[in-house]
């Protein structure tokens, strides 16, 4: 019954390999997104998909492209691994909540992939 | 750009006593979010403060919204040891466009000792 997966949850690879890493949500949400958690834990927002939209793209190296076949799913592909690209990287998903003056965007997150390029 | 700052980022406390985590953010917001996360594990979603004055409680943690200060706070009562983790502020400042993503801050890192 998990709520947000991730595949693989462990990735070590040599520099200019590409990798994807997986991700799935059966909360039903209508955005999913890909954050990148660095060494000193600092989390930044790479990517966001709505209804199989890119909606927002932060400036994020282009070897890295997010792939959304269907609304439950949104997967990390990466190219041409760089030492830089060791971190962890999360899978989030969301619906808007309405109700009264104020709407709300809680993110659940998947459990992490952590990625490490030698 | 939106910023999100918080201190402390490393507090230690002793068990039994109580503190007080801070989060400013840099633009108008009536949203914010605080997160937990434990050493390899994924973050935990712990309150949605919604409007100015709101607060919400959960066993010894409080979380406070001030969205004219543009100041939320996360307070510790009497620290027990499984409060350790890490933990974070969010914010969005879009809702109207459906969804946006999260402005985290760096987070606290809270280790509680006897």
């Known amino acids: 019954d998990t709520a947000v997966s991730q595949t693989p949850k462990y990735l070590v690879t040599q520099m200019g390999n590409d990798k994807s890493i997986k991700c799935e949500q059966n909360l039903g949400h209508d955005t999913m997104y890909w954050y990148k958690q660095d060494s000193k834990k600092f989390l930044k927002i790479m990517f966001s998909y709505n209804n199989k939209e890119l909606i927002i793209n932060e400036t994020v190296p282009n070897r890295f492209s997010p792939k959304s076949p269907d609304k439950a799913h949104l997967n990390l592909h990466i190219n041409s691994l760089e030492l830089g690209d060791s971190a962890v990287y999360f899978c989030a998903s969301s619906q808007l909540v309405q109700g009264g003056s104020q709407g709300y965007n809680e993110q659940f997150f998947g459990p992490g992939t952590r990625l490490t390029v030698l | 750009e939106l910023k999100v700052e918080q201190n402390p980022l490393f507090l230690s406390m002793q068990e039994g006593k109580n503190y007080t985590i801070y989060c400013n953010y840099s633009t108008t917001s009536d949203r914010l979010y605080w997160y937990r996360q434990d050493p390899g594990k994924s973050l935990e979603s712990l309150f949605v403060l919604l409007s100015n004055g709101a607060v919400k409680q959960e066993g010894r943690l409080m979380a406070s919204l001030d969205t004219k200060a543009r100041l939320s706070t996360l307070h510790i009562t009497a620290a027990v040891h499984d409060l350790s983790a890490t933990y974070f502020c969010?914010?969005?400042?879009?809702?109207?466009?459906?969804?946006?993503?999260?402005?985290f801050g760096k987070g606290t890192r809270l280790s509680v000792i006897a």
């Open positions: 969010a914010v969005d400042i879009s809702w109207n466009s459906g969804n946006t993503p999260l402005v």
